[in-house]
T-cell receptor, first 112, second 113 residues
């Protein structure tokens, strides 16, 4: 079946690194995505990784993919108060639906 | 300035009424989607459309209807048959239907009074 799981809450101090974790069940996923949602707003695409990659780095963001364990993580270096938001991971399912399966979202709280 | 717009931002409805949520994109994307978001949950797919005059049911289509008469527009109607319509509704689009990142609008918060 298709399922994506995330922990619900993470609290860090400003300047520390944040690591948000995600597990998924569908081994045929082609792309895995990280989205950010600020209060009352839509989702903003942060980054994505193709399933045949292990790592992708984009400025302060590092995505790690362990396909064997079906585990995805997002590391935010030097976390700022503006990074406080809900972070969703999502996987795309092969086929012609374009369907994304979303996790429940992890609320990141950054304390000054 | 390309993007996706949704209107209204807030919508209040009395029980038994149908309401229509607007979604417009000027990204020239073929595919469009409607999701529902409830507190503490991920997004659930209501309907999606690959191309003009074509749309398919998602996971939770009951009580909803859509149309796709123009490439730019994908309105969602929440009917009185939807038993629990209070939620945050998000529209998204992508260049193609599969294997492509989706871009989201700012959302519409619907409250049933």
């Amino acid at each position: 079946g298709e399922d994506v799981e995330q922990s619900l809450f993470l609290s860090v101090r400003e300047g520390d690194s944040s690591v948000i974790n995600c597990t998924y069940t569908d081994s045929s996923s082609t792309y895995l995505y990280w989205y950010k949602q600020e209060p009352g707003a839509g989702l903003q695409l942060l980054t994505y990784i193709f399933s045949n990659m292990d790592m992708k780095q984009d400025q302060r963001l590092t995505v790690l993919l362990n396909k064997k364990d079906k585990h995805l993580s997002l590391r935010i270096a030097d976390t700022q108060t503006g990074d406080s938001a809900i972070y969703f991971c999502a996987e795309s399912i092969p086929g012609n639906t374009g369907k994304l399966i979303f996790g429940q979202g992890t609320t990141l709280q950054v304390k000054p | 300035d390309g993007g996706i717009t949704q209107s209204p931002k807030y919508l209040f409805r009395k029980e038994g009424q149908n309401v229509t949520l607007s979604c417009e994109q000027n990204l020239n994307h073929d595919a469009m989607y409607w999701y529902r978001q409830d507190p503490g949950q991920g997004l659930r797919l209501i309907y999606y459309s690959q191309i003009v005059n074509d749309f398919q049911k998602g996971d939770i289509a009951e009580g909803y209807s859509v149309s796709r008469e123009k490439k730019e527009s994908f309105p969602l109607t929440v009917t009185s048959a939807q038993k629990n319509p209070t939620a945050f509704y998000l529209c998204a689009s992508s260049m193609y239907l599969a294997g492509n990142e989706q871009f989201f609008g700012p959302g519409t918060r619907l409250t049933v009074l």
